[in-house]
């Protein structure tokens, strides 16, 4: 069965440093990436997405996503967090195929001020 | 303007009792979702409906059933709830598969505990 694997439950960092969140899926075939954030207390909404071209792709609020195809990975990644950061984050893979999104369980992430 | 709304945002609610939760969507999708959020943050979807059709429907009890009475709205009704019936249920939408796939926009939750 497909699924999508989130490394890392819990990550605590202090603002400025950098941050790497690991996502890797398991379905083989045409899939489309994407990484949603959850704020405290809020809905989830989308940071960025990959679709096709260049596998490196920028979203919202400085975020940045590296697909590596070969990997099977969308990395989640940027330079310097701020305490505003603190979230959940999932990655979501959608198996063209089946025409389902399928939701890795989250990184809870702390940005200490 | 609210892209999707829910409502009720908070349901608390005996077990055995039998309650409903409303989506609406205004931005023109059609293609609706529910999902379950458990305390541990973990999102499963439950049911999809595309113009007003089921698409999905995972491993979900028959207690909960999904109705959308037109593209714009998929409401979930829950029958004889049950303790483990606890979470945040989350509606989304999205443009159908060919459009953009997978993107979705969720609703702000309906935070559901059963006492």
Same mark, same amino acid.
């Given at each position: 069965?497909?699924?999508?694997?989130?490394?890392?439950? =819990?990550?605590?960092?202090?603002?400025?440093?950098?941050?790497?969140? +690991?996502?890797?899926?398991?379905? +083989?075939?045409?899939?489309?990436? *994407?990484?949603?954030?959850?704020?405290?207390? !809020? =809905?989830? !909404?989308?940071?960025?997405?990959?679709?096709?071209?260049?596998?490196?792709?920028?979203?919202?609020?400085?975020?940045?996503?590296?697909?590596?195809?070969?990997? *099977?990975?969308?990395?989640?990644?940027?330079?310097?967090?701020?305490?505003?950061? %603190?979230?959940?984050? *999932?990655?979501?893979?959608?198996? %063209?195929?089946?025409?389902? %999104?399928?939701?890795?369980?989250? %990184?809870?992430?702390?940005?200490?001020? | 303007?609210?892209?999707?709304?829910?409502?009720? @945002?908070?349901?608390?609610?005996? &077990?055995?009792?039998?309650?409903? /939760?409303?989506?609406?969507?205004?931005?023109?999708?059609?293609? &609706?979702?529910?999902? @379950?959020?458990?305390?541990? @943050?973990?999102? @499963?979807? &439950?049911?999809?409906?595309?113009?007003?059709?089921? /698409?999905?429907?995972?491993?979900?009890?028959?207690?909960?059933?999904?109705?959308?009475?037109?593209?714009?709205?998929?409401?979930?009704? /829950?029958?004889?709830?049950?303790?483990?019936?606890?979470?945040?249920?989350?509606?989304?939408?999205?443009?159908?598969?060919?459009?953009?796939?997978?993107?979705?926009?969720?609703?702000?939750?309906?935070?559901?505990?059963?006492?």
């Amino acid at each position: 069965a497909q699924s999508v694997s989130q490394h890392n439950h =819990h990550v605590i960092l202090s603002e400025a440093a950098s941050l790497e969140l +690991g996502c890797n899926y398991s379905y +083989g075939g045409t899939v489309n990436l *994407f990484w949603y954030v959850q704020y405290p207390g !809020q =809905h989830l !909404q989308l940071l960025l997405k990959y679709f096709s071209g260049d596998p490196l792709v920028k979203g919202i609020k400085g975020f940045e996503a590296e697909f590596i195809k070969s990997k *099977f990975s969308f990395n989640l990644r940027k330079p310097s967090v701020q305490w505003s950061d %603190t979230a959940e984050y *999932f990655c979501a893979v959608f198996n %063209t195929g089946g025409f389902k %999104t399928i939701f890795g369980a989250g %990184t809870r992430l702390f940005v200490k001020a | 303007d609210t892209a999707v709304s829910q409502t009720p @945002k908070y349901l608390v609610t005996q &077990m055995g009792n039998d309650k409903s /939760i409303k989506c609406e969507q205004n931005l023109g999708h059609d293609t &609706m979702y529910w999902y @379950k959020q458990d305390s541990k @943050k973990f999102l @499963k979807i &439950m049911f999809s409906y595309n113009n007003k059709e089921l /698409i999905i429907n995972e491993t979900v009890p028959n207690r909960f059933s999904p109705k959308s009475p037109d593209k714009a709205h998929l409401n979930l009704h /829950i029958n004889s709830l049950e303790l483990g019936d606890s979470a945040v249920y989350f509606c989304a939408s999205s443009l159908f598969a060919s459009v953009l796939p997978g993107e979705q926009y969720f609703g702000p939750g309906t935070r559901l505990t059963v006492t």
